[in-house]
């Protein structure tokens, strides 16, 4: 028996074959959308070509499908039904790394991307193998997740708007309005869930039609040439450090770690949320410990496969309560599904072709829905009390703020030395700005366990 009476499969239930392959399917395609849109973001800004971003996507893909299967394993991971995908979090901080080393090209930056994710990497999983992650927690409250995860999702509104939707506008509105439609407005499920997805799908299709018609001509930021569809391989097998010998760098690792905080606060949140959704009580010190310890080790694996971060989806969360369907197997099998897809490379290059102000119109709604989820978080603590406010208030604020100006005083902090620049790499982040002050303030300043939202619940 469950104590969820939602959940049709328990963590541990093996269901039959085509409930196995179905349901596993539905997960990737829950999680297709954001985890793709990941390295479509970072490979443009990069410079790196159709063809290269389409080999990206597959390497995005193995990595995801390894770290999934390692995040369901209950001695190496949480073991819970949760699934790892391209992380938002990283967004930011990667941005700033291509910044330093864009000039060098693309197959460099990701040398240097890949040596952050691995040093990285292994720090957070040694804190959390450690169970040292089980002490920090304990300063990680709503008060402080809610304008960490604010600032991930509202600092990337120019990356949204400037950079993409505002190539060409008729195409990203309508992407906005169709997620709109499919998501709240039409009251049918599967549009429900694949609503960012179908809303992608649909307005490829439509400027593929107007390209082939000619309405959209070579140069139109919504033109599509499937060129190197056509020239891409049936099948490939990504490798090893496909993008070369991973570069170290303390910059690059300072950065990264903003990312990693961010990714620590939000797992422990998404252990709490999949517990719940799967019938299971709340998640132990040792099951977070350990969870913890393999966002890191997928990282870093991620590092070598030339990849990027990973991370806990709180989308696939939510399928899992919607379905009942709370049975690791099943995400282990979307897992083997994501390796499968890996493998194929006309499917990465079709997915590179989709034009940025596709891209542009599915990145408002999510990096908005991103923000949105650090207020509800809020929820938890008590937003009445003048003193949530005003840490709240002060830590958003700063985030928006203060690294707009770090930027552009690198001398300042290059004089410290190698610190200096640790310091310069980390501050330069939104959400890590964000989750020091918030976390710094929350701790210094008395308040209530229910004041500050911690063992609440949102029903």
Known sequence: MHKNKRVIFGVNDVPPFTILLLAGAQHVLTLFGATTLVPLILGPEMGM????????????????????LIQTHPKLGSGLPIVQGSSF????????????YKAMGPNVVMQYVGGALISGGLLLSFLGY??????????????????????????????????????????????????????????????NIFSVLTSIVTTYLLCLALSALGIFATGHPAYIDLT???????????GIMPWGAPKFSVVAFGTGLAGFFSVMIESIGDYHSCSYAAGLDDPSSETISRGI????????????????????????????GLTGVASRWVVRTGAVILILMS??????????????????????????????LGIQVLMRADMGSQRNVLI???????????????????????????????????????????????????????GTDEERGIGVKLE
Not at 49 to 68: D, N, P
Not at 300 to 311: E, F, K, N, P, Q
Request: glycine residues 12%.
């Open 49 to 68: 070509t159709r063809a290269e971003i389409g080999f990206f996507i597959s390497c995005v893909y193995l990595a995801m499908g390894i770290a999934t």
């Open 228 to 238: 190197e569809v056509f020239k891409a391989p049936w099948f490939r097998f990504t």
């Open 293 to 320: 310890g393999a966002e890191g080790f997928n990282c870093a694996i991620s590092g070598m496969l030339g990849g990027v971060a990973t991370t806990s989806y709180t989308e696939n969360i939510g399928l899992i």
């Open 343 to 372: 493998t194929i490379g006309k499917l990465g290059a079709l997915i590179a072709t989709i034009p940025s102000p596709i891209i542009g119109g599915a990145y408002i709604s999510l990096f908005g829905v991103i923000g949105a």
């Open 89 to 100: 979090s990283f967004i930011p901080p990667i941005m700033t790394i291509i910044g330093i």
């Open 392 to 446: 709240v208030g002060f830590a958003f604020l700063m985030a928006l703020g203060l690294p707009g100006w770090i930027e552009q005083n690198h001398a300042v902090f290059s004089t410290l030395g190698v610190l200096g620049d640790v310091i310069w790499a980390i501050l330069k982040t939104p959400m890590a700005v964000a989750g020091i002050c918030a976390a710094v303030c929350d701790s210094l300043i008395p």
């Open 130 to 191: 450690s169970r040292i992650v089980g002490y920090i927690r304990k300063i990680i409250t709503p008060v402080v997740i809610g304008p960490t995860i604010m600032a991930i999702g509202f600092s990337l509104a120019p990356t949204a708007v400037q950079y993409n939707a505002a190539n060409y506008w008729p195409i990203s509105l309508l992407v906005v309005f169709l997620i709109f439609l499919f998501s709240l407005v039409v009251k049918n499920q599967y549009l």
